[in-house]
Every structure is written in structure tokens, then in C-alpha cells.
């Protein structure tokens, strides 16, 4: 297995959005979590029979991304004996230049003591949570930084030896929170961060935002404002030097996450810790979500997976359809038929480059209704 992500479920508290599996807890079971997660790594193999001896090891690996949750709620010396734990048994490419170890961050766990550690720990990417530099809409998100704090943490990480730092922004958030998106945009590119990831806002049930929503003190996010706020960025980061290489992440030349690239090329991955998220090629499966459950199930010898779901050759195929869609890899030209071309051409939706087909901002905004449209043709890739 090249590709490893490992994740941590813990959170100092619940964001107004957010529904992932996460634990809140003031103080974070380390050492539980690092047991549990390098127990479940034993039990690969004999509890899951599915499993191939290649997922526990063997093959060099490429990347390893830490991501949550709050990965960096860990102690680091937390972070370390697991990854250092888990390079015994997956063992790193060869070439160390290419191989990308991830962290997930929340800008106010950011310290020079901090930043040294995971550096020290092998970490060589950060992925902060910045979301926004408007402290009212940090607070409206029930975030836990303030503005200043973003700024602090991309620097105290330079100086601790960190050039591949992402930022998160969160966009498309209600008018009436009177967020000023470009602004934020020019903020977060101020800080030369290498990687952006831009994520319109969802409501999901059970949510904080949810219940606002509901009992009507705020308004559900509407598509234009999320339309109108994707162009302007697209506008903006490519000015600042920004491409897009895929819907909702934006790079400098060489700078693509190679983690997220591998789940976009459809390559095989193994996820470890509550809710992980594992895929070998056809089959996909998903961990216990809840982190008392899946530390129990580990505990006493049983398998993690909660469960799985074997892909079809129709399922494969409109996957690899929306993956090669949603980044700039695009379609083969040969796997769009030529009345399609030309009208998705004449809207703007798509470029034609050689001979693959790539969406353009437009294109993006109608991911879903251009790969229904393909496959209402009966047309895979
Ligand atoms: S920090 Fe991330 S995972 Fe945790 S509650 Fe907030 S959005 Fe969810």
C-alpha cells in the first residue's frame, strides 16, 4: 500500500458545520489513540479477510496524511511514536524527497516547540484549518483561533523548516454574516501559502447551522452567492500564481498534494483509526465512526470495519468519470461524444487540451450535471 491515512477523531469542541465522527474532549487519550490505532494495524489481515498482505506493508510508501478531527491535538510526542511506529511496518519510498507526511492542524496548536517536534516527527506538510481572517465569522463557525493566529502559525511553521503549508478557507457563507470573501482570498494569499483548498459551506443535518437554519436566525447558503464567491476565487488565485488542479484545490507549480492526488486518480489506500475510510481498487470499506466503539472493537480483538461495499463495473466506471472531471487530468477526448463537445465547448464548460477534456471554473460549478449528462449516453470512461 502506497497511500496511508490515519484518522484522528478528536476536537477541543464542535464546529457550527460540521458533522464528521469527532470526539470532543479537553484532554485528547493519546496514548489510547496511538494503541488503538497500532493495534488495529495488527489485526489487518486477521480479522479482515479481505485484506492483502500488501495493505500492512511491503510496498515503499509514497504518502501518510494525518487528518481528523484535530490531528494536531496530539502531543507530539504522541504524533511521533505513531509515525514513527507506523514507518516500521509501512516503509517510506526511498527517496525521501518524494515522500509527503501531512498533518492537520488548527492554527492554535501551532508553537515553535510544536512546529519543531512534528518536524522532528517527520511531518514535511501542514494543512491548517484557517477557514476565514474575519474574526465574527470565525466565531459565527464556532472556530477556536482568531484571526492573528493564522498568520503566527504559517510563520512560526517557516521557521521551524516548513515550505508546504496549505490553508483551508471556507466559502458561500450567508449573506448576512456579511463575510468578505476577496478579502479573505487576498489574506490568506498575503501569506504565500503553497497549497489552498477552497470548500463551499454544506448544511448537514444535525448540525449547529442546521438548527439556525431551521428556526430561521440564519439563511440556508444559496447557489448563486456560492457560484458568484468560486469564480472570484479562481479569478484571484490564478493572479497570485495559483492553478487549479483540481474543484476545490488550488497550487503552486509543484505543490499538489500527492495524498489527495492518489485518491483523485482512483489509486489504492489504506485509512486507519474511527471512521477511516479504506479502498484497494473495488472494494471500499469504512471504519467504526464513533471513537468509544472502534477503541472497543480494537481492544478486544475485533475487527475495525463497520462495514464495505464491493464496486460494480458500472460504479468503477462513474467514478473514474467524476475523477477525471473534477481535476485537470479531464476526460479522454474519445470519452466525450462529439455533440456533447461542442455544446459544453459553446457554454464555456470545458477546454480541450491535446486530447484530454477539462472543466473549466464553469465547468466545475455543473460537475454533477455534465458527468449525469455522459451518463445518461451510456458513456464511461
Ligand atoms: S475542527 Fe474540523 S473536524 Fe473538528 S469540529 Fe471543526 S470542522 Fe469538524
Redesign the pocket.
Known amino acids: 500500500m502506497k497511500h496511508l491515512y490515519v484518522h484522528v477523531p478528536f476536537?477541543?469542541?464542535?464546529?457550527s458545520?460540521?458533522d464528521?465522527s469527532?470526539a470532543?474532549r479537553k484532554r485528547v487519550p493519546a496514548r489510547e489513540y496511538v494503541d488503538a490505532v497500532l493495534r488495529e494495524l495488527t489485526l489487518l489481515g486477521t480479522t479482515d479477510p479481505g485484506r492483502e498482505p500488501g495493505d500492512v506493508g511491503g510496498e515503499n510508501l509514497e504518502t501518510l496524511y494525518l487528518g481528523?478531527?484535530?490531528p494536531s491535538l496530539l502531543p507530539p510526542d504522541a504524533i511521533s511514536a505513531l509515525l514513527t511506529s507506523l514507518l516500521d511496518v509501512f516503509r517510506a519510498t526511498s527517496s525521501r524527497a518524494v515522500f509527503e507526511v501531512t498533518l492537520e492542524a488548527?492554527p492554535e496548536d501551532v508553537t515553535p516547540d510544536s512546529a519543531r517536534a512534528w518536524r522532528r516527527a517527520g511531518i514535511n506538510r501542514v494543512s491548517l484549518?484557517a477557514q476565514s481572517f474575519d474574526n465574527r465569522v470565525l466565531q459565527w463557525m464556532?472556530?477556536?483561533h482568531d484571526a492573528t493566529r493564522i498568520g503566527d502559525a504559517v510563520r512560526t511553521l517557516r521557521v521551524a523548516g516548513f515550505d508546504n503549508i496549505s490553508l483551508d478557507l471556507i466559502f458561500a457563507i450567508p449573506a448576512e454574516v456579511e463575510r468578505d470573501w476577496a478579502r479573505d482570498l487576498d489574506l490568506a494569499c498575503a501569506l504565500l501559502p503553497a497549497h489552498l483548498s477552497l470548500y463551499g459551506l454544506t448544511v448537514e443535518e444535525r448540525t449547529p447551522l442546521a438548527r439556525w437554519i431551521s428556526r430561521g436566525a440564519t439563511s440556508a447558503p444559496n447557489d448563486e452567492r456560492y457560484a458568484e464567491e468560486y469564480l472570484l476565487a479562481h479569478g484571484r488565485l490564478a493572479a497570485y500564481g495559483y492553478h487549479f488542479y483540481e474543484v476545490s484545490n488550488a497550487a503552486r507549480h509543484g505543490h499538489r498534494s500527492r495524498h489527495n492526488s492518489a485518491y483523485w486518480s482512483g489509486r489504492a489506500y489504506l485509512g486507519l483509526g474511527p471512521a477511516a475510510h479504506s479502498f484497494d481498487g473495488r472494494v471500499r470499506r469504512w471504519n467504526l465512526p464513533a471513537w468509544e466503539a472502534y477503541r472497543r472493537a480494537v481492544a478486544a480483538g475485533r475487527s475495525a470495519v463497520d462495514a464495505e461495499e464491493v464496486l460494480t463495473e458500472e460504479q468503477l466506471a462513474l467514478e473514474r468519470l467524476y475523477l477525471a472531471l473534477r481535476s485537470d487530468a479531464g476526460l479522454p477526448r474519445s470519452a466525450c461524444p462529439a455533440d456533447r463537445l461542442t455544446a459544453w465547448r459553446g457554454e464555456g464548460w470545458v477546454d480541450v487540451q491535446g486530447e484530454r477534456v477539462v472543466c473549466t471554473p464553469e465547468g466545475w460549478l455543473r460537475l454533477d450535471a455534465l458527468v449525469s449528462d455522459l451518463t445518461n449516453l451510456g458513456r464511461a470512461v
Open positions: 476536537c477541543q469542541r464542535r464546529c458545520y460540521c464528521f469527532i470532543a481528523g478531527g484535530t488548527n484549518g464556532h472556530r477556536s
